[in-house]
């Protein structure tokens, strides 16, 4: 993504002790790419922030199924750059009525924004699909029902039908930054683990699915 003295994405990509599974680490240092951005926009150079992503991937994508982009919820040219780059969005929401108003403030302002970008890319920015997740959820917290009943009430068929559970054992494991299929079973109430891997494998079906019908697959 960088503007000068770049790499192939391929240079970057490190593989895991998962089967098949590559990541590309990111971090604090990918912040300065906000400021190169507007620098870069100022000197007019090309190609523009919107298209970087989308170029760097060409050459790895006959490689991969699937490749997911993590994003800060944040109007960044970070952000900016992975919306034009996808081809679906997973926004993930907790049933909270601050959080669900808050999500609504930033699709409105990335709506307004990808407008913008379309404007400079000369292109229109879509998607095969937009699904949104309810994370951290409590069954049994009533207003966290009445809010995800809401949620699917104004969107429909956009929300998940799985949702995220909120669970000991996923917050655990990511303290020792490790997934919920890393840490060790004994750590936990056997029906606490159980109940994480149900929620987290059901997620983890769902979106294949979406993503296969994206594809033209049933």
Not at 191 to 209: F, H, M, P, W, Y
């Amino acid at each position: 993504l960088r503007y000068e003295e770049q790499v192939p994405l391929s240079d970057v990509i490190q593989t895991t002790y998962f089967h098949k599974l590559d990541m590309v680490p990111a971090g604090l240092m990918l912040s300065e790419y906000e400021t190169e951005t507007a620098n870069a926009l100022a000197r007019r150079v090309q190609p523009i922030f919107a298209e970087r992503l989308a170029l760097a991937l060409e050459e790895v994508e006959a490689s991969y199924d699937i490749v997911l982009i993590d994003c800060p919820p944040q109007l960044g040219f970070l952000t900016l750059t992975a919306l034009a780059a996808s081809t679906g969005l997973l926004v993930t929401v907790v049933p909270g009525m601050l959080d669900i108003a808050s999500m609504s403030q930033f699709l409105k302002l990335a709506s307004e924004t990808v407008k913008a970008v379309e404007e400079a890319i000369g292109k229109r920015v879509t998607w095969d699909f937009v699904k949104f997740l309810i994370t951290r959820y409590e069954p049994s917290d009533g207003p966290q029902t009445q809010m995800a009943g809401y949620l699917r009430s104004i969107l429909a068929g956009q929300v998940m039908t799985e949702p995220m559970l909120k669970s000991t054992a996923i917050s655990d494991a990511g303290m020792t930054q490790q997934t919920v299929y890393e840490v060790d079973p004994s750590q936990f109430i056997r029906k606490t683990i159980d109940r994480a891997l149900t929620s987290v494998n059901g997620v983890g079906d769902e979106l294949e699915q979406t993503i296969q019908m994206a594809w033209g697959r049933r």
